[in-house]
């Protein structure tokens, strides 16, 4: 069975850093594609990356591309989305994903794992 379980979210303000963490277990690292997603009260969940174990290849939604950098740590069995330069729109609740796909013709992007995710708010 597949669990995953974040941490590392909460209050930073605009221009600060935040490393979200993910313990993964129940699955082989090399099998398949992890990644992060984040979702707003009212809005549809969104991909932020999707990766593979190696880290190539990699995709990451535009609105982070430069900022946000996903690295796993299949011996330690962890995830990790490192977020640089936050802006207010950050504010999400984000998750951690395994078997993610990148985005298709209509630019929605799922999973067939999830975690129960974590909170980030970024203030002004």
């Known amino acids: 069975e597949v669990q995953l379980v974040e941490s590392g979210g909460g209050l930073v303000q605009v221009g600060g850093s935040l490393r979200l963490s993910c313990a993964a277990d129940g699955f082989d690292f090399d099998d398949y594609f992890i990644g992060w997603f984040r979702q707003a009260p009212g809005k549809e969940r969104e991909g932020v990356s999707c990766?593979?174990?190696?880290?190539?290849?990699?995709y990451y939604a535009p609105s982070v591309k430069g900022r946000f950098t996903t690295i796993t740590d299949s011996a330690k069995k962890m995830m990790y989305l490192t977020m640089n330069n936050l802006q207010l729109k950050d504010t999400d609740v984000y998750y951690c994903?395994?078997?993610?796909?990148?985005?298709?013709?209509?630019?929605?992007?799922?999973?067939?794992?999830w975690g129960r995710g974590t909170q980030v708010t970024v203030s002004s």
């Open positions: 990766i593979a174990n190696s880290g190539n290849p990699e």
């Open positions: 994903a395994v078997d993610c796909g990148y985005p298709d013709n209509s630019g929605v992007m799922g999973a067939n794992y």
